[in-house]
């Protein structure tokens, strides 16, 4: 069957709500630390000090709590302008 404009191969596409790769992955990490490695983790972790420790620290929390996107906020006062970003 040849190719024909603004014909799709496969018209469906993705199925909504269909986890991407990424999050299935994070998914499947929290869940093992969860249920299974939870226990050796922590006492791995005690044995790291100092920057070792933030290496492997700062990740982990950041799959659990994504960081928060930053907002601009402008205020004007009528007698001086005054903005801030």
Known sequence: MPFVKGQVA???GKPKGTKC???IEKQGLINY???Q???KFIAEMDKLEGKDYCQI???VVELAFPKLSR???KIEVEDKRVVID
């Open 10 to 12: 496969n018209p469906k």
């Open 21 to 23: 790769f990424r999050t």
């Open 33 to 35: 630390l969860k249920e």
């Open 37 to 39: 490695g939870a226990d």
């Open 57 to 59: 620290y700062i990740p």
């Open 71 to 73: 907002n601009e906020t």
